[in-house]
Nanobody, 122 residues
């Protein structure tokens, strides 16, 4: 049974930093591309960034580029999202997802976590 479990969400002031993590079980972690998506209240879920399997190349949405960093630790079956210079508009539920290849499309990821809330106060 595949499980992805996010942790590390919380409340932070604008300009601050937060790191959320996702732990995987039941899957050959190193073989999967891993992504972060987010969903703000009343909005559709959107792509944040992703990291490939293998050489761990990353891709980010323009809205977070330069502020967010994704890293994966295959030895620990975890992926992290380091968020710096946070803005109120970054407030959302953050989800990790695993798929065969990196994609900005939700439908290309077969496994999802339950999400963790990140709230940025102004």
């Amino acid at each position: 049974q595949v499980q992805l479990v996010e942790s590390g969400g919380g409340l932070v002031q604008a300009g601050g930093s937060l790191k959320v993590s996702c732990a995987a079980s039941g899957v050959s972690f190193s073989n999967y591309a891993l992504a972060w998506f987010r969903q703000a209240p009343g909005q559709e879920r959107e792509f944040v960034g992703a990291v490939t399997s293998g050489v761990s190349s990353t891709v980010y949405a323009d809205s977070v580029k330069g502020r967010f960093t994704i890293g994966r630790d295959n030895a620990k079956d975890t992926v992290h999202l380091q968020m710096n210079s946070l803005k109120p508009e970054d407030t959302a539920v953050y989800y990790c997802a695993a798929g065969v290849v990196v994609s900005v499309r939700e439908r290309n990821y077969g496994y999802w976590g339950q999400g963790t809330q990140v709230t940025v106060s102004s």
